[in-house]
């Protein structure tokens, strides 16, 4: 498990390492690196998602680690709670950016739009009262970006709380 200390409260999140192992994988190392810390969720939209995990306060990009492959067609879906990795048009730029889906995106599984979708790989397990203050603060656009909430959301610290395996269910 891992927990997203954040300006508005904890997150608590369970990767699926089984049906997700490269994004569960690739999230957990910019974890245990260090990544998310001081980092903000820079895209609110009510109804829809709060995406995070790529940018400073100030919207000071983050330099990312390469790119992973896209594992959408792992038969999880984009429903209220699920985690899915944020990408670009292309299907396999993912990178360090997530999203936590506040409504059932459906629309966002594979094969989505564009005949791939977007990557769940895992959920929240607490904190969905944290992520449903989030999903309903003011945004505005800022740097060229929309939907910026315009208080910062910061995740303070992103920690491994616990090792779990899709064994000890």
């Given at each position: ?41 820079h895209?609110?939209?009510?109804n ?9 306060p ?10 992973i ?40 599984d ?19 009262d944290?992520?449903?203050?989030m ?26 709380t ?8």
């Amino acid at each position: 498990m891992i927990t997203l200390k954040t300006n508005m409260g904890d997150i608590v999140i369970e990767l699926d390492e089984e049906k997700a192992p490269i994004a569960a994988a690739n999230f957990a190392q910019y974890v245990e690196e260090g990544f998310y810390d001081g980092t903000i969720f820079h895209r609110v939209i009510d109804n829809f998602m709060v995406q995070g995990g790529g940018f400073e306060p100030g919207m000071t990009q983050k330099e990312t680690r390469a790119t992973i492959e896209n594992e959408a067609k792992n038969g999880l879906s984009n429903e209220v709670g699920t985690l899915a990795m944020a990408r670009t048009m292309d299907p396999h730029s993912a990178s360090s950016q997530f999203f936590i889906n506040i409504a059932n995106n459906k629309f966002l599984d594979y094969p989505g739009q564009d005949g791939w979708g977007y990557c769940v790989f895992g959920k929240v397990i607490d904190g969905m009262d944290v992520v449903n203050k989030m999903k309903v603060v003011a945004t505005t656009a800022r740097m060229g970006h929309q939907d910026v909430p315009e208080e910062d959301l910061i995740i303070e610290k992103a920690e491994i709380t616990a090792k779990t395996t899709a064994a000890a269910d």
